[in-house]
């Protein structure tokens, strides 16, 4: 389904995406919700008009069934992730909780 030009694709090691990750060996790119809903208004709109279009023309839908868990540099799960509260949190309140945690 997706129709991409020549020399781009699933294994496209010298375009801008890989350039983003760098030399790191990430295979996904995570950005809380609660970040994301924090951006400019015309910025959510961006965003998620790329969104929309990838699907639309590309068919890069996320899978279903994944599941993202935070976890400390030890492998711990953190059990109460401040990036998770989307509803009632912020992207300070995060990053301070963070801090506070040594994370």
């Known amino acids: 389904?997706?129709?991409?030009?020549?020399?781009?694709?699933?294994?496209?090691?010298?375009?801008?995406?890989?350039?983003?990750?760098?030399?790191?060996?990430?295979?996904?790119?995570?950005?809380?919700?609660?970040?994301?809903?924090?951006?400019?208004?015309?910025?959510?709109?961006r965003f998620v008009a790329l969104l929309w279009e990838a699907s639309d023309k590309f068919g890069l839908n996320t899978p279903d069934n994944y599941v993202v868990s935070r976890r400390r540099a030890n492998g711990q799960f953190i059990p109460d992730d401040p990036w998770r509260r989307y509803r009632h949190g912020s992207v300070e309140r995060a990053i301070a909780e963070d801090k506070e945690r040594g994370l």
């Open 1 to 45: 389904m997706i129709d991409l030009k020549p020399g781009a694709g699933p294994h496209n090691s010298n375009g801008p995406i890989h350039g983003y990750f760098g030399l790191t060996r990430a295979s996904y790119l995570v950005v809380p919700r609660l970040a994301l809903q924090e951006l400019p208004l015309a910025w959510q709109e």
